[in-house]
């Protein structure tokens, strides 16, 4: 066999093994942005109901501020748990827009898909820290729920003696949020505390998503 006709087999050869590594490619990205996509579309979902829940939340508060007006302790409280709840509100669209133009953008490049979903990773970690302060709002709550469900007045000389004693749970629940404030951070984001913080929230979506796509620059690299 002569030396050319040699050279022509190897490059050959090479065309079939560029050819073959084009086509995983190809494979790998497809099958790794079908996995990113099913992450965020089961976080959208998620989101898109949570947002329904707190927008109906704020009507509803906001329908008992108005019916309790004359009341102070009541009407003060709905609105702030309302405040609180409209926040939330506004980091669940955040989050939803996020998603929304994630999804639109999954023929384009890696490194902009990641650096939206690192964008989606921090507001939902802002979102999981403004929650902490559910925790020293207990008396609030209490206070709200034993009227809305009970219809029963917590700060009457009957039920006072049992309020406040409940409501001291709130000091220890402020010293607890801010502790958990501090396991949120990206020092400590795979604490033990952290996790359990972030569970439910859509940040292990998020996350999983982001290593799908690491997964294809790593072998971009690599090709």
Do not use: C
Request: hydrophobic fraction near 50%; aromatic fraction near 12%.
């Amino acid at each position: 066999m002569e030396l050319q006709e040699l050279k022509n087999i190897w490059a050959e050869y090479d065309r079939k093994l560029d050819r073959n590594l084009h086509l995983n490619m190809q494979l790998l990205r497809q099958m790794n942005f079908d996995k990113v996509k099913n992450k965020l579309s089961k976080l959208l979902f998620y989101k898109v109901i949570e947002m329904i829940i707190f927008g109906s939340a704020i009507i509803y508060l906001g329908r008992f501020t108005v019916n309790n007006w004359s009341v102070p302790q009541l009407s003060i409280s709905a609105i702030i748990i309302g405040a609180l709840f409209m926040v939330f509100f506004v980091y669940d669209i955040k989050q939803v827009s996020i998603i929304i133009q994630l999804q639109m953008g999954y023929s384009s490049a890696v490194a902009p898909i990641q650096k939206k979903i690192e964008q989606l990773k921090l507001t939902i970690v802002t979102y999981v820290k403004i929650t902490l302060l559910l925790f020293p709002l207990y008396p609030l709550l209490l206070l709200l729920a034993g009227k809305m469900i009970f219809n029963m007045d917590f700060l009457d000389s009957r039920h006072k003696t049992y309020f406040l004693s409940s409501a001291s749970l709130g000091l220890v629940l402020l010293i607890l949020a801010i502790w958990f404030l501090r396991q949120l951070n990206s020092k400590n984001i795979n604490s033990t505390a952290a996790k359990i913080l972030l569970t439910g929230s859509g940040w292990y979506q998020a996350n999983s998503a982001y290593k799908f796509l690491g997964e294809i620059e790593k072998f971009e690299q690599e090709a």
